[in-house]
């Protein structure tokens, strides 16, 4: 089975960081894209950013881009997302998410959320003063 967990979120004033962790379990990050998502209350879940099976290929959501960054630690097993300059409208729960069919590499965007497979619980992150 593919498994992941997610962690690191928190409440944070605008213009601070937060670093999601996406721990993998079950199957390496190296096999599958892993993408992050998020869902603001009332708000349909929106896809922040994601990576690649490769590693080579990233893509993010207009409005995480210069400030979000997605990497991936193969020896923990685990991807993050570093979030810097949050604003009040970054608010909203985190969800990692694994995906099977390898299209990140291959697009200019990531995948909607309907072609990634397994999700984890979710984190939840809280901008504001």
């Known amino acids: 089975q593919l498994h992941v967990v997610e962690s690191g979120g928190g409440l944070v004033q605008p213009g601070g960081s937060l670093r999601l962790s996406c721990t993998a379990s079950?199957?390496?990050?190296?096999?599958?894209?892993i993408g992050w998502f998020r869902q603001a209350p009332g708000k349909e879940r929106e896809g922040v950013s994601c990576?690649?099976?490769?590693?080579?290929?990233?893509h993010y959501v207009d409005s995480a881009k210069g400030r979000f960054t997605i990497s991936r630690d193969n020896a923990k097993n685990t991807v993050y997302l570093q979030m810097n300059s949050l604003k009040v409208e970054d608010t909203g729960n985190y969800y990692c998410?694994?995906?099977?069919?390898?299209?990140?590499?291959?697009?200019?965007?990531?995948?909607?959320?309907?072609?990634?497979?397994?999700w984890g619980q979710g984190t939840q992150v809280t901008v504001s003063s």
């Open positions: 998410a694994v995906s099977q069919y390898g299209l990140v590499g291959r697009t200019s965007a990531c995948p909607v959320a309907a072609y990634f497979d397994s």
């Open positions: 079950g199957f390496t990050v190296n096999s599958y894209d």
């Open positions: 990576i690649s099976r490769s590693g080579g290929t990233t």
